[in-house]
């Protein structure tokens, strides 16, 4: 049923309207199947957002949202880099709190009682700005179980998560009225439990699962902020949250076999030169990730300036090594395993 409804896609040219409006049709299956048909198409240079149209995702199986698919800019229209992962209707684990991302996850519909893990990549405040913002807003969610949020370990140059997360809403931190937030006596009713994650080394952390995912962390390069990627096994199906990274020492690709779904920062063009390839991969770098991972969908978040519109150039490179579905992400889209 969904390739025939799909079909009405395709025969309207698959644009990305279209594909906005039948995006609980377009799932990552029938995408794959006529990729050649559509991926040429789902080339999206516009913001999606909509208020007229309220975002959604899909009521069955996994989907992933974009909640934010920007880079640092203030004039890019766009939230800063961070996920959703929706499962069978419940938003369950939310990747990065950039700045902007709070917004755009009351904008999603996702209940937060629902939420199990914030997964944090790393420490930038590109990543990470909107947490108070997250801390702060849940207090009238009536959530009672814990929270579980991960991220990196530090190193003699950066915070901890542990630390990083005390200095902003600990006793002594910056917003030390959401001090209780890290304790049981919460007057929100609920526990945010934070823990670090070796970011470090090429051991790969997998200490975390329940009844709807099982979790690994992955040390990657980008620059010399600890930093980690995030694969995630949902059922038989599996996505990696790459996030920021350079890949010097193939770290990604090594442990990212035959994922369903590769996620990763666009941030520099093929034509980048300079410090910034110390921190972000180059689309050429990309697309042999993602073949080596032998990923089936490949999404290109944290676009930047830099990157948009030179996005043909980007996709030419990537498809010198990688020729499945490849999706530049924009705000609130959702995206179907
Ligand atoms: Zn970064």
Redesign the pocket.
């Known amino acids: 049923m969904r390739g025939v409804r799909f079909t009405k896609v395709l025969v309207t040219r698959c644009t990305f309207r279209t594909l906005y409006a039948f995006r609980t049709l377009c799932t990552f299956r029938t995408l794959c199947e006529v990729r050649t048909l559509c991926v040429i198409s789902v080339f999206f240079s516009n913001p999606v957002h909509s208020q007229a149209e309220p975002p959604f995702c899909g009521t069955e199986g996994v989907w992933i949202q974009i909640l934010g698919a920007g880079g640092t800019e203030l004039d890019d229209s766009q939230a800063g880099p961070s996920y959703l992962v929706w499962i069978d209707n419940e938003a369950r684990i939310l990747i990065d709190t950039a700045p902007g991302s709070a917004l755009r996850y009351d904008e999603s519909g996702a209940n937060f009682n629902d939420l199990d893990a914030i997964l944090l990549t790393?420490l930038?405040a590109?990543?990470t700005g909107d947490f108070p913002a997250f801390v702060e807003g849940s207090a009238k969610v009536g959530r009672e179980r814990p929270l579980l949020v991960f991220g990196p370990a530090g190193s003699d140059d950066y915070l901890d998560t542990q630390s990083f997360i005390g200095r902003l809403i600990g006793p002594m931190g910056a917003y030390a009225y959401l001090a209780d937030f890290l304790t049981y006596r919460s007057s929100a009713g609920y526990k945010l439990n934070v823990r670090n994650v070796p970011a470090t080394g090429r051991r790969r952390w997998t200490r975390f699962g329940n009844d709807h995912f099982r979790l690994a962390a992955i040390p990657v390069q980008?620059g010399i902020?600890p930093t980690i990627a995030w694969p995630a096994d949902i059922g038989d199906q599996s996505i990696v949250f790459a996030g920021?990274f350079n890949n010097a020492k193939g770290a990604i690709s090594d442990f990212a076999h035959d994922t369903d779904v590769l996620v990763v920062s666009h941030a520099i063009p093929e034509s980048a030169r300079g410090d910034v390839r110390e921190?972000f991969v180059l689309p050429s770098q990309i697309g042999k990730v993602a073949a080596a991972a032998n990923a089936r969908m490949l999404i290109l978040g944290h676009r930047t300036n830099r990157t948009r519109g030179l996005e043909s150039m980007s996709r030419a490179a990537i498809e010198e090594h990688y020729t499945d579905a490849l999706i530049f992400a924009n705000d609130l889209e959702c995206w179907g395993l």
């Open positions: 790393h930038h590109s990543h980008h902020v920021d921190q």
